[in-house]
Structures are given as structure tokens and as C-alpha cells.
């Protein structure tokens, strides 16, 4: 079956420190894969999907970036946080088009402060 | 624009009663329509779908859901609440052109009293 995995659980980190978030899938093959924020009080926000090794799009302009080094890893970074950057952070997958259920990750809290 | 509304923000229901919560969207095409919810600090589960065929379908927990076209709404209803249902629930469309795009509402968050 399949499974996905996200890490860390918590994080806290000063503004204008790095981020690196990890996001990995097993038990599938060539999933598309997403980044979602979940601001409080808020429903999720789609910030990156990809469909593929290397291919990266991005649905909002922000402070954040992904990459997708292997088939079935997903990788969110910033290179300096913001205080804004703070929220629930949720990986998910699904298999191409056109069934579009997506399973999730348990969620990364971050807290910049 | 694609959309999905969620009127209530929170409902508190006593346990054993019934829950309707509701959502409605906007999408010209025909949608693909999810409810999902979410334990705190937790990530999502998918309760049900609907893809096609039957507008009334069933999910996990006991759940099930109704799709009107006519009235662009996917309702969530359960017969009888447990506590273990009090979470936060999310409505989404899911829009597909090359990858798959979930678009969520805000969620309502559901308390149960004894």
C-alpha cells in the first residue's frame, strides 16, 4: 500500500533562517506531488505541484521554493524566513490525471518567530 | 473562478444527534468532489468522493453525501454523531488539466457535546 511521510513534525525557526522541509512517497510510481499551506482559521492553499522529476510549478509568488530531486521526493526550501512564512505545512500525492484524489501527509507545524 | 463555500465556520452538535454540514462550489465543468477532514494538528482524511454515477454516496465513518447539480452543493451528513467525529471538515473540487488541483473551502470546524 501506499504511504507518505513528512518531516518534521514541529518546527520553530528565526526569521531569516533556512527552511527545508521533506516530503516522500512509497509503494507508487511517478505520483504527481503538492504543497499545500494551511493558514489558521484558513482551508488550504496549493503552493507547488509537480508532475514529475525536476518539474516544478508554482500556483502563488512567495517566499518559498520546491524542488523534486527523485521520482517520489518533494522538497519545500526557503532560503530566508519569513514571519509570514509560519503555518501548516501539508505534502500530498496523487496519481495523474484523471482521478484527482490526493492522500496527505501528516502536516509539518512551523513557527517563525 | 472555481470555488468552494463553506457558510458554517463552526457547529457544535450534542452526541447521537444528526450533522449536516455544507458546501457548495463553483466550477464549470463537472466536478470532482471531495470531503475531507482533519483531527488536530493532523494531516487530511479523505471521508468520500464523488466522481460520477450515483449523486448520493457513502464513506467512511458512517458518513455520506449528496451531490445537486442544480444547486452546485456536496452536503456531508451523518445520522447520529459520535464524539470522535468533533474535527474540522474541508470541502474541495478537484480541477483536472495535466495534474490534479484540489481547491478547498475553509473548513468547519465541528464540536461534539456529551
Known amino acids: 500500500s501506499q504511504t507518505i511521510h513528512q518531516w518534521p513534525a514541529t518546527l520553530v525557526q528565526p526569521v531569516g533562517s533556512p527552511l527545508s522541509l521533506e516530503c516522500t512517497v512509497e509503494?507508487?510510481?511517478?505520483?504527481?506531488l503538492y504543497w499545500y499551506r494551511q493558514a489558521a482559521g484558513r482551508g488550504l492553499q496549493l503552493l507547488f505541484y509537480?508532475?514529475?522529476?525536476?518539474?516544478i510549478s508554482s500556483e502563488v509568488p512567495q517566499n518559498l521554493s520546491a524542488s523534486r530531486p527523485q521520482d517520489r521526493q518533494f522538497i519545500l526550501s526557503s532560503k530566508k524566513l519569513l514571519l509570514s512564512d509560519s503555518g501548516f505545512y501539508l505534502c500530498?500525492?496523487?496519481?495523474?490525471?484523471?482521478?484527482?484524489?490526493?492522500?496527505f501527509g501528516q502536516g509539518t507545524r512551523l513557527t517563525v518567530v | 473562478a472555481q470555488s468552494v463555500t463553506q457558510p458554517d465556520i463552526h457547529i457544535t452538535v450534542s452526541e447521537g444527534a444528526s450533522l449536516e454540514l455544507r458546501c457548495n462550489y463553483s466550477?464549470?465543468?463537472?466536478?470532482?468532489l471531495f470531503w475531507y477532514v482533519q483531527s488536530p494538528g493532523q494531516g487530511l482524511q479523505l471521508l468520500l468522493k464523488?466522481?460520477?454515477?450515483?449523486?448520493l454516496v457513502q464513506g467512511i465513518k458512517g458518513f455520506e453525501a449528496e451531490f445537486k447539480r442544480s444547486q452546485s452543493s456536496f452536503n456531508l451528513r451523518k445520522p447520529s454523531v459520535h464524539w470522535s467525529d468533533a474535527a474540522e471538515y474541508f470541502c474541495?473540487?478537484?480541477?483536472?488539466?495535466?495534474?490534479?488541483?484540489?481547491?478547498f473551502g475553509a473548513g468547519t470546524r465541528l464540536a461534539v457535546h456529551p
Open positions: 500530498a500525492w496523487s496519481v495523474p490525471p484523471p482521478n484527482t484524489e490526493a492522500f
Open positions: 509503494g507508487t510510481s511517478n505520483p504527481n
Open positions: 464523488y466522481f460520477s454515477g450515483d449523486t
Open positions: 474541495a473540487v478537484g480541477i483536472s488539466g495535466g495534474y490534479n488541483k484540489l481547491i
Open positions: 466550477y464549470g465543468a463537472t466536478p470532482y
Open positions: 509537480s508532475v514529475g522529476i525536476g518539474q
